[in-house]
């Protein structure tokens, strides 16, 4: 490994890079990538997860569900929330740092062939989320892993992940998100998500607005590969609150599979876990073949979803979501309400730019209502971040009081505020819930983790 490396000064040298959303869609560049690496996007079957909500959490049950099943995995997901090392993750685990390094040591030469390729042809150098998507294609095939789950950075026809083609295609729930890039309507959106379909795969679905649903079963009929949506093959018989989690039943594709317990909370989560358990079903025997329920057991016991309605501190309870999209929003608020007896919840929100801030907050005080009235806009250190100010002037535009509106463009300034007023209540049943994006979630993680240590 070169010692003039380390995993902050690789991310750095990363950084350097082009972001997505200042390029045009392009693949050329990465099937150039991984034509000069020697084809680490073939050495191994993929699960490629696309589709708006859900993504990571969805990853993360396959992935535990084929670890049970004895076999060695790579994940790639994205945002990281703390360091980037846990986008590329090795049977469970963010890569280890040393191998982080060297991969990236070793493939750099080659990136330089295809950056200096770019250059003559006037188009930019591969962007920060092209090099990490080959880093994770590089790494898999060094370690080796037995299977890949792959999430798609953003839609899917010419995502940097679409390089690879997948043995079980999964969509998770399509709605409105990134319209500025992915089209105005559900179905235009699923146009997009649909190009991870490939011949020789099989398509998973969540339930689907009709349009989305429409767009991905003719996908699925032009490339001749069987399909099956949640609702009509497949999904949640039922489900029952429980300590800590919920007790889930689903019908699957080959089996039926009871009272499965899973330590996530919400309606969205025990879908996420159908859509798994279905996909497995795929992978392993083509949707034919029963799963063993002790290895679900296991598997399910043992997934998490960090910074997925994730109680990060109790007395009072803090609850940190990165939902960072209206129906992210709405499922979350649901699940709350379902899974957690609060007599009063105090927002913090943070929002970045390209995001719908007037929407998120439409769906905070619809979903919540008078168990939200009080609200505390900030903003995390992101340069994408909406201004704490200019949030908190919708807010009050779109019907909360000003008495019950506080600004804090400091993190922590905003969770001290609200675990005040959420402790202001005389049943102690007050709570927090810290959302609205990513990066408000990764920072918020931070400072309460150091604050418990």
């Known amino acids: 490994m070169s010692d003039e490396f380390s995993v902050e000064s690789v991310y750095a040298e990363l950084l350097g890079r082009a972001p997505e959303n200042k390029m045009e869609p392009r693949l050329a560049p990465l099937f150039r990538a991984m034509e000069v690496l020697g084809e680490p996007n073939k050495a191994c079957p993929i699960i490629h997860i696309t589709g708006t909500n859900g993504k990571t959490s969805t990853a993360r049950m396959i992935e535990r569900g084929l670890m049970a099943h004895g076999l060695s995995t790579g994940r790639y997901t994205s945002p990281h929330l703390s360091r980037v090392t846990e986008r590329i993750s090795i049977n469970g685990e963010p890569v280890d740092d040393a191998t982080f390094v060297r991969i990236w040591d070793e493939i750099r030469p080659y990136l330089a062939i295809v950056d200096a390729e770019l250059e003559e042809q006037a188009e930019p150098r591969l962007t920060y989320f092209e090099c990490l998507t080959i880093l994770a294609f590089a790494v898999f095939a060094d370690q080796p892993v037995d299977v890949a ?67 991905l079963l003719e996908k699925a009929r032009e490339v001749e590969v069987p399909y099956r949506f949640e609702g009509v093959e497949f999904g949640v018989d039922s489900r029952a609150v429980a300590v800590g989690g919920q007790l889930v039943t689903v019908q699957g594709l080959a089996g039926r599979y009871e009272d499965l317990f899973v330590p996530l909370h919400g309606a969205h989560q025990a879908e996420n876990v159908a859509v798994a358990i279905a996909a497995l079903e795929a992978f392993f025997g083509g949707g034919e073949r029963e799963l063993d329920r002790d290895v679900l057991v296991q598997t399910f016991t043992e997934v998490s979803s960090p910074g997925r309605l994730e109680v990060v501190r109790s007395a009072p309870t803090i609850i940190v979501d990165a939902a960072h999209n209206p129906d992210g929003i709405r499922v979350s608020a649901e699940a709350i309400q379902e899974a957690f007896n609060f007599s009063k919840l105090v927002v913090v929100l943070g929002v970045l730019r390209e995001k719908d801030a007037e929407e998120i907050l439409t769906q905070l005080k619809e979903s919540l209502g008078d168990l939200a009235e009080e609200i505390c806009l900030t903003q995390s250190t992101s340069p994408r971040a909406i201004p704490a100010a200019e949030l908190a002037e919708l807010a009050v535009d779109l019907g909360w009081g000003e008495e019950n509106v506080h600004i804090a463009e400091k993190l922590d300034d905003a969770i001290e505020w609200a675990v005040e007023r959420s402790e202001s209540n005389v049943d102690l049943a007050g709570g927090v819930l810290i959302t609205g994006s990513i990066t408000v979630v990764a920072e918020a993680r931070v400072l309460l983790q150091a604050k418990e240590a």
């Open 149 to 215: 789950v792959i999430e798609v950075g953003l839609g899917g026809i010419t995502d940097a992940t679409n390089v690879g083609d997948g043995a079980v295609s999964v969509v998770t729930p399509i709605s409105l998100d990134h319209t500025d890039l992915l089209g105005d309507t559900t179905g235009e959106i699923a146009v997009e998500k649909a190009g991870i379909i490939k011949p020789g795969g099989f398509l998973i679905s969540a339930v689907q607005p009709r349009d989305a649903a429409q767009v």
